[in-house]
């Protein structure tokens, strides 16, 4: 195996272990809670810590991947999550635990940060969709395997949290015989001042949409969805069975849609992509109570829109100069993060005040105004623009 091909294959064996610990402690840590009579508004405040410490990190990353590089950027990552995990068993004070994951969210930031930078500075552009949804792909794959942790509680409090250290242990072995390498540094003309971050914007807004639009929908499916179900009468074992349809869907087309926008442009599969995702979620109130109508229509919503924010870091790597590439990483983070937020924030005051089954709406809306916006974004202008940024000075 050639050393880049290593280097990719370690990247998704390491995204993988880190869906697989988020995946892990969002359940355990909110059932510990629960059992300890935690309120769930405490719970759910609690359960924001992680993303409070993934906006508070991340706009600061780039600095430390151009300064020290993405293998070592990693490395700091492994080690935040691994004390944090380390720790958490070790106390149960609402408090502490709001720190702990904050901690978690902090090194979660900078191990996919400086993982993706480098999973997309490693793909061709002739595979770059393929590439980046394989690694999505891994993300949302270690994510669903993560809650089987759960069936290691019998074993004791500490088995869960010991089994991830275990895979930590893993990634730091492999990264360990990674080379360090170090993200291409932006090439300023003479007498320019634009801010990188407006200039990143101007060049690729379109494309640092989806990240906003998954975090939001992501957030609002493992967050609100399981409200609106118990208020219309779905049980609580239907609940899981209907959101792993979507995971499924995501990760049956995640890899044949990157691929198919290496084809035939980045573009046009996003805009039909959200188009069908608007659609089906939409229609779903439509589905009532019924268990597999619901799993049918996430199933087609998951394959849809299931690589948004794997194709929407593809696409703005394609619009971008190679040394903004990590800027606009930074913005798809944040937009995440932002919108993972304040996706059941809105929800709760949707249930409030409004009809729960708007909240379909709103996702259905947000994708279909990004379709819209599709058709005001000129891809000739922004390469145009790119093409001027990079000339040598």
């Known amino acids: 195996m050639s050393a880049s091909r290593y280097t990719f ?28 009579g935690v309120s769930s508004v405490a719970n759910g405040i609690n359960a924001a810590a992680l993303y409070i410490g993934i906006m508070l990190v991340t706009p600061w990353l ?8 993405y293998r070592h950027t990693i490395v700091a990552g492994l080690i935040l999550i691994t004390i944090a995990t380390v720790l958490l068993p070790l106390f149960n004070h609402l408090a502490i635990w709001f720190l702990l994951r904050m901690l978690l969210g902090a ?15 490693l793909a061709s552009p002739e595979t770059r969709g393929r590439d980046i949804s394989l690694y999505g792909l891994a993300f949302g794959v270690g994510f669903s395997v993560g809650p089987l942790g759960l ?9 869960p949290f010991a089994a991830l250290a ?24 003479a007498g320019e001042s634009k801010n990188k971050y407006a200039l990143v914007i101007g060049l690729a807004w379109w494309a640092l949409i989806p990240s906003f639009i998954y975090g939001y929908l992501e957030a609002s499916l493992n967050g609100s969805f399981p409200v609106y179900a118990l208020r219309i009468g779905v049980s609580v074992e239907s609940v899981s069975v209907i959101l792993a ?22 573009k046009k599969v996003m805009a039909a992509c959200a188009f069908i ?19 049918t229509i996430l199933a087609i919503a998951g394959a849809a829109v299931g690589s948004f924010y794997s194709l929407g870091l593809a696409y703005s790597a394609d619009i971008l100069p190679a040394s903004l590439v990590p800027t606009a990483g930074i913005i798809a983070s944040l937009n995440y993060s932002i919108a993972s937020i304040a ?16 909240m379909f709406g709103l996702i259905g809306g947000l994708l279909g105004f990004f379709t819209i916006l599709g058709f005001f974004f000129r891809e000739g202008a922004a390469r145009e623009k790119r093409e001027e940024h990079t000339m040598p000075v």
Not at 107 to 117: C, F
């Open 166 to 189: 275990a895979t930590y242990a893993v990634a730091f072995l492999m990264v360990a015989r990674l080379k360090n390498e170090f993200p291409d540094m932006p090439q300023q003309k």
């Open 151 to 159: 069936n290691l509680l019998p074993f004791g409090l500490w088995a």
């Open 245 to 266: 349809s979507f995971v499924i869907g995501s990760i049956l087309l995640q890899m044949p849609i990157g691929s198919l926008s290496d084809r035939i442009g980045r």
């Open 343 to 358: 996706g059941p924030t809105a929800n709760g005051y949707v249930f409030e005040y409004l009809e729960p089954w708007m």
């Open 9 to 36: 294959f370690t990247l998704i064996v390491i995204v993988a272990i880190a869906g697989m610990s988020q995946g892990l402690t969002l359940p355990l840590l909110a059932i510990l809670l629960e059992q300890q």
């Open 107 to 121: 090194g979660d930031s900078a191990l996919h940060y400086s993982s993706q930078m480098w999973v997309t500075a």
């Open 62 to 69: 780039e600095i430390p991947l151009r300064r020290i590089g």
């Open 277 to 295: 995702g608007a659609v089906a979620f939409l229609l779903f109130p439509l589905a009532g109570q019924s268990v597999w109508l619901m799993m």
